[in-house]
């Protein structure tokens, strides 16, 4: 069963589903900066666009472009920006 999830206004909005093997999401996130909170491991992949991220206990931002993806740990938190509108895979364990 597919579920749509909207954050932000509708700024972000995501479609979960069951992937093979981990729980998932595919979703846009729109121009905007934006912080993001996390209950489980996240593993995000930028299909498209590019996302800047100042992930936990980094002093850096760091920019993701397609097809690069970095880790979240859970129940922690992160802050993301971009210009353009991002797609995305995220996985979670």
Do not use: H
């Not at 597919?2 to 206004?9: A, C, G, H, T």
């Not at 093979?20 to 995000?44: N, Q």
């Not at 666009?49 to 931002?61: D, Q, R, Y």
């Amino acid at each position: 069963m597919l579920k749509v999830n909207e954050y932000f206004d509708g700024r972000a909005k995501s479609i979960s589903f069951q992937s093979s093997t981990l729980p998932a999401t595919v979703g846009v996130i729109s121009p905007g900066e934006y912080e993001f909170g996390t209950t489980k491991r996240e593993t995000m992949t930028v299909l498209n666009g590019a996302l800047t991220v100042l992930l936990p206990g980094m002093e850096e931002w760091m920019t993701y472009g397609a097809g690069e993806f970095f880790e979240v740990a859970g129940q922690s938190s992160f802050k993301a920006r971009t210009d353009v509108d991002v797609a995305y895979l995220c996985t979670y364990q």
